[in-house]
T-cell receptor
Framework: GAVVSQHPSRVICKSGTSVKIECRSLDFQATTMFWYRQFPKQSLMLMATSNEGSKATYEQGVEKDKFLINHASLTLSTLTVTSAHPEDSSFYIC?????????????FGPGTRLTVL | GQNIDQPTEMTATEGAIVQINCTYQTSGFNGLFWYQQHAGEAPTFLSYNVLDGLEEKGRFSSFLSRSKGYSYLLLKELQMKDSASYLCASMDSNYQLIWGAGTKLIIKP
């Protein structure tokens, strides 16, 4: 099956620093990648959708200048949390869609747990 | 508006059968997904239905009725490792997944 990796799996940082999270599709080309955030005991919240080579589409209420998304290739998307604050502490999960033509499944990365002190 | 409804929590006994229901209202429809999510982990794909009917895959089956905007996930021969949250998601006309809040399934011995 299709595999999506995320790095790092965990990160602890000081308030005010920036954190970059990488999402890679390992064995297929991801035409679209999605970034989600999940707070404890809550459902997934879509932050943004990115297509390779174009600007990301952000969901309402998500600050595009704070959450920078780059989808530079068909196998890599990055999310940078700029000037992170404690309220940004969350579980960030990427997913990728592509692979078999006509199949709509999204494949999820293992997630990145961000803790901002 | 778009909406996905599923129960917040369910409890079942090891070895038994449990059915988790999901109703959906989305702008357009391109399929219904079920994912399993263990605490602290990312969701993993369980099933995808786009046509009416029952899809069976081992101990897990998923049913869809497009006319009723209804799906269920059926888990048989429950095992302790099945304790997890089960997420229902409908894919809308823009191929975006609209997620339910998830059903936390507790399995008791």
């Amino acid at each position: 099956g299709a595999v999506v990796s995320q790095h790092p799996s965990r990160v602890i940082c000081k308030s005010g620093t920036s954190v970059k999270i990488e999402c890679r599709s390992l064995d297929f080309q991801a035409t679209t990648m999605f970034w989600y955030r999940q707070f404890p005991k809550q459902s997934l919240m879509l932050m943004a959708t990115s297509n390779e080579g174009s600007k990301a589409t952000y969901e309402q209420g998500v600050e595009k200048d704070k959450f920078l998304i780059n989808h530079a290739s068909l196998t890599l998307s990055t999310l940078t949390v700029t000037s992170a604050h404690p309220e940004d502490s969350s579980f960030y999960i990427c997913s990728a869609r592509g692979g078999r033509e006509g199949y709509n499944e999204q494949f999820f990365g293992p997630g990145t747990r961000l803790t901002v002190l | 508006g778009q909406n996905i409804d599923q129960p917040t929590e369910m409890t079942a006994t090891e070895g038994a059968i449990v059915q988790i229901n999901c109703t959906y209202q989305t702008s357009g429809f391109n399929g219904l997904f079920w994912y399993q999510q263990h605490a602290g982990e990312a969701p993993t794909f369980l099933s995808y239905n786009v046509l009416d009917g029952l899809e069976e895959k081992g101990r897990f089956s998923s049913f869809l009725s497009r006319s009723k905007g209804y799906s269920y996930l059926l888990l048989k021969e429950l095992q302790m490792k099945d304790s997890a949250s089960y997420l229902c998601a409908s894919m809308d006309s823009n191929y975006q997944l609209i997620w339910g809040a998830g059903t936390k399934l507790i399995i008791k011995p």
